[in-house]
Nanobody
């Protein structure tokens, strides 16, 4: 049974930093891509970042240069280091195990205040 659990969200001032973690269980973690998405109130869920096993990384333009995705295959964990946070980064952040099948975590709230 695959489980994907995010943690690390919280309240931070604009310009600050947070690190999100995504702990995943499942036998194919070390061969599958992992991703981060986010959903702000009243908006659709949007892509944030993606990382392959081989280290190929993609970022949304809105976070490029500010967010860093990484993974530790030994710990079955994916991280999202977020820096220079902006008010518009406020959202629920979701981790995605990219199969198929795909598995979503329950999300973790990130709130950026002025």
């Amino acid at each position: 049974q695959v489980q994907v659990v995010e943690s690390g969200g919280g309240l931070v001032q604009a310009g600050g930093s947070l690190r999100l973690s995504c702990a995943a269980s499942g036998s194919t973690f070390s061969i599958d891509d992992m991703g981060w998405y986010r959903q702000a109130p009243g908006k659709q869920r949007e892509f944030v970042a993606r990382i392959s096993v081989g280290g190929r990384i993609l970022y949304a333009d809105s976070v490029k240069g500010r967010f860093t995705i990484s993974r530790d295959n030994a710990k079955h964990t994916v991280y999202l280091q977020m820096s220079s946070l902006k008010l518009e980064d406020t959202a629920v952040y979701y981790c995605l195990w990219i199969g198929p099948p795909n598995y979503w975590g329950q999300g973790t709230q990130v709130t950026v205040s002025s």
